[in-house]
């Protein structure tokens, strides 16, 4: 045993482990730490279950799957370890049968719970197994990036890409628990990292200048200064997703200016296969977004620079849309958007940070496609002369 585990030992869950409460439709504990993985099986025995079925994809699997394994077998579970793909290309339907018959031959039962171990990827999938096998059995969230830990796991939402777009398929379902620990984190590359903040960038463009501000200052320092203080950088991330979920835990309504960006980027992302991140997807996305709102006349010059400001030069992430891409590409990849309505092309468009442009009480505005066409040309060349 290493002088880490006898300090592990000696110290208690209630000092080690934060729990943040959190309404995702039903409640959730959101349990965040620094390699806190010894008192996992403690929280999972409060939901009394038959056995435990690991799900993880093969990078997570690899650094972390043994420990957790070696966890919860110490404290007497009866645990099955599955492992399935997780690139962007492979979350389809697809991936999510096999997993689905993978479960009945591993022989769940109604008592078992299933873990998700690993990204966002893993997680969706996982969530929507957990939500089709015997129309929902339990599961909990165990994220190993930091987009995962503060973004996608904050959600209900469970979903797997179509043969034309993004998240085209899915339910929604809660887990029991998330169990989120930075000693995962931590060891992403950095470009990952990167695409984590760019959500984080969000929440403070739509909703919150002060947390838009407080990030601003962080990433002054640079992105190594995030790693100073990882737990806490990871905790201000998340509340800054939950200061806007609290208000709608269902994301049938107010939770849609999360999806900030995220016509353009679901577009770009997907015609990418996974080559762009999620978040970097997004990064182009907002920018995208902010020239169409410029445009529109909805947004000052100094917004759309703000966006270029933090993104680009503060962060690093890519906001150009890439020259591969056609108008016509990403207009078609768009007309399979979940947000999609009979009317047409929607977008969220802002005004100035914390505000979105909300005409009749709805944040969805519908677009052309020629203004589309012009906002990803504008985009696409370069910085904010548009
Ligand atoms: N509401 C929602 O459900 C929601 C919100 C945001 C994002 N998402 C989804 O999440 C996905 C993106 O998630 P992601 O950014 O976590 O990417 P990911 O799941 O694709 O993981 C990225 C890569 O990191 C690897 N990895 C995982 N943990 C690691 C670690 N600790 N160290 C090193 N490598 C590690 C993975 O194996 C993978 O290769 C997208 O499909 C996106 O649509 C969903």
Not at 146 to 171: E, H, P, Y
Request: with cysteine.
């Amino acid at each position: 045993m290493n002088t880490e585990e006898i300090t592990k030992l000696e110290t208690s869950a209630e000092e080690e482990v934060i729990e943040l409460e959190v309404d995702l439709g039903q409640p959730c504990p959101y349990y965040l730490g620094d390699n806190i993985v010894n008192y996992f099986p403690e929280y999972l025995r409060r939901f009394p279950h038959d056995k435990v079925v690991v799900v993880s994809s093969r990078i997570p699997n690899e650094l972390f799957g043994d420990a957790l394994f070696q966890a919860l077998d110490s404290q007497g579970a009866s645990v099955i370890r599955l492992v399935i793909d997780d690139r962007e290309s492979s979350k389809n339907w697809r991936t999510l049968s096999s997993l689905c018959e993978a479960l009945i031959e591993a022989g769940v039962t109604r008592d078992s719970i299933l873990v998700a171990l690993g990204g966002g990827v893993v997680g969706n999938v996982v969530g929507l197994a957990a939500g089709l096998v015997f129309r929902g059995i339990r599961y909990v969230e165990v994220p190993t990036t930091l987009m995962a830990q503060t973004d996608s796991v904050l959600s209900r939402k469970q979903a797997i890409n179509g043969s034309t777009g993004k998240n085209q398929f899915g339910l929604y379902h809660t887990p029991l628990f998330i169990w989120s620990d930075v000693a995962y984190s931590r060891r992403e590359p950095v470009r990952q990292t990167r695409s984590a903040v760019v959500e984080g960038i969000k929440n403070g463009l739509v909703n919150s200048p002060e947390w838009l501000d407080e990030l601003i200052g962080i990433l002054q320092a640079g992105i190594d200064n995030v790693y100073q203080n990882f737990e806490q950088f990871t905790l201000r991330l998340v509340q800054s997703k939950l200061s806007i979920l609290e208000r709608d835990p269902n994301e049938k309504k107010e939770a849609i200016i999360l999806e900030y960006g995220h016509t353009f980027g679901h577009a770009i992302e997907w015609l990418s296969r996974g080559s762009i991140y999620h978040g970097e997807a997004v990064s182009i996305g907002m920018c995208t977004a902010a020239h169409l709102s410029l445009e529109m006349g909805l947004m000052e010059k100094d917004v759309l620079e703000l966006h270029y400001y933090v993104l680009q030069e503060l962060l690093g992430a890519p906001v150009r849309v890439p020259e591969e891409l056609t108008p016509a590409q990403i207009c078609n990849a768009m007309l399979s958007d979940n947000k999609r309505t009979s009317t047409g092309l929607s977008c969220l468009l802002l005004e100035k940070p914390g505000r979105l442009y909300r005409p009749n009480g709805s944040y969805l505005t519908k677009v052309s496609p020629e203004q589309v066409r012009q906002a990803l040309q504008a985009a696409g060349s370069d910085r904010c002369d548009s």
